[in-house]
């Protein structure tokens, strides 16, 4: 019974407690032709854990595609595609994802978006003291989250 409570916790409280950053695309403009992305994007940190959140009218869609299909504005190669109107799209590893929407023409005139997402265990510089909370939180998070799967390990031993 034990066991099966911190099995359960384990599964879905945890994720919970390590959810990240929501970064909107756009802010309140959102995902559209009239947006700049990279002016955007410059004034983020992405970390492993966040989400990015397109907001975007019916015409509109995200691409997830390569730095190629990026650059030319490719939309044939789409390695993800959501639509809807609404897509929170966790950023689950560090590295570079780039984004188009797949609609004619549309990244031509700027919808597109380059990001880097660094890995959530990057030391944070010094100087930066409010992005150090964050990072010190997500270490503590993360160091309980083990411990209480080390301890659920424990039980499956015994059991
Ligand atoms: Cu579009």
Known sequence: MAFAAIFLFVLFVSPIMCYGKDHIVGGSDGWSQSGDYSTWASAQTFSVGDNLVFNYGGSHGVNVVSKDDYEN???????????GGQN??????????????P???HCDTGMKLAIKVEGSTSPATPSATKSMQPNAASITFGSMTTMVFEFA???VYMG
């Open 73 to 83: 504005c490719n939309t044939g190669n789409a390695l993800l595609t959501y639509t």
């Open 88 to 101: 929170s799209i966790p950023l689950s590893s560090s590295g570079d994802m780039y984004f188009v929407c």
């Open 103 to 105: 609609t004619l023409n």
């Open 153 to 155: 390990l424990v039980f």
